[in-house]
């Protein structure tokens, strides 16, 4: 299958089946990570007919989103003389895709890169829609740009050497989308477990082409594509709090979508039942629901950090039931502290 995505200054296929074989003229440079390499490295350069290739292997993890190993990998392009007409290819997971095209997006003002995502987050989010960047002290994110693919192929069979808990953190997104945009898809999810390839495959496609649609209407996330953060603006708290070590993205995700849905609940926005019925089906896959918060005042100032964060009004994103959501900076402190401390 082949999903489009057409921009107002570009559009890009994503290729949703076995990797095809992938031809190109120009340099190469496959970014990806030693966990990854040894997995399927060897599979990945089978099928790339490519004279001039070499690989920078970068470490693996979250921890190492930064811009010192944004610097690593422009090294590596300048070592191998990589000019504006060259190619990187970020080959793993969320957090390689999202450095690969950040170094592309500012290796000598902007060169062209492909995402090869082998988890099933970075494929039914994070390779999809042209967000890069790195973390810092203050957040996640904060520094990036938008640099859209050249393509995204998504191959099914990196998902079978998959870790069980990175498989679930990229369920927490496949659930994000349906609670956000299609309650027929929630029920979907409900009723059939992601454990064979067929079902996979199916919230894979499901997820891409909801994404699609959205990053075709608001590339820049000015308004509709923020909602895909829903969940995130607690989470990303969660993730800093926790100096990005405790919980993959897709867990501090799922804790952030049950923060927010409880404050959905407090604001009439959804049922409690409707809350209960997201938490079990997260818990189904074993992601993380609760979270102990230390300081709740501390909490609530890491809000102001985050990119959604404007002119000092918070922006959350709320579900409006099942399927339906909104944006809002409405919400008041006292509301948020009450939801805080629940927790």
């Known amino acids: ?59 693996d993890g979250e921890e190492y989103k930064n811009m010192d190993t944004i610097m690593q990998i422009l090294d590596h392009c300048f070592e191998h003389k990589l000019n504006r007409s060259s190619l990187l290819i970020a080959f793993g997971g969320g957090v390689i895709g999202d450095m690969t095209g950040f170094a592309a997006s500012i290796y000598q003002r902007g060169i062209e890169f492909i995402q090869i995502p082998t988890t099933l987050l970075s494929q039914v989010d994070a390779s999809v829609g042209g967000k890069t960047g790195v973390n810092n002290k203050y957040g996640k994110n904060l520094i ?113 979508i049950c923060m927010a849905n409880d404050l959905s609940v407090k604001l009439d926005l959804m049922t409690k039942e409707q809350s209960n019925r997201v938490k079990k089906l997260l818990e189904v896959y074993n992601i993380p629901t609760t979270y102990t918060i230390k300081d709740i005042e501390d909490f609530y100032n890491h809000f102001f950090l985050d990119k959604k964060a404007l002119d000092s009004k918070l922006k959350f994103i709320l579900a409006i039931g099942l399927g339906n959501c909104k944006i809002t900076s409405e919400v008041t402190k006292e509301q948020l502290l009450e939801v805080l401390k629940d927790f």
Not at 177 to 186: I, K, L, P, R, S
Not at 232 to 256: C, S
């Open 144 to 256: 990036g740009a938008f640099h859209q693919p050249s393509a995204v192929y998504i191959d099914p069979l990196f998902l079978s050497t998959l870790p069980k808990r990175e498989f679930s953190a990229g369920v927490a997104e496949i659930i994000k989308m349906a609670v956000c945009f299609d309650e027929d898809f929630f029920i979907w999810l409900e009723e059939n477990i992601l454990n064979n390839k067929q079902n996979i495959q199916i919230a894979i496609e499901k997820s891409v082409k909801t994404k699609a649609w959205v990053v075709s209407q608001d590339e820049k996330e000015k308004g509709l594509r923020a909602a895909l953060n829903y969940g995130h603006t607690f989470g990303h708290v969660v993730e800093n709090e926790t100096k990005y070590k405790k919980y993959l993205h897709g867990e501090a995700v799922g804790i952030g």
């Open 1 to 59: 299958m082949t999903v489009n995505i057409t921009l107002p200054n570009t559009s890009y296929d994503i290729t949703i089946e076995n990797l095809p074989t992938i031809y190109k003229e120009q340099k190469v440079v496959v970014v990806t990570n030693p966990t990854i390499s040894k997995l399927h490295l060897e599979y990945l350069l089978s099928h790339l007919d490519i004279q001039n290739i070499s690989i920078c292997t970068i470490p």
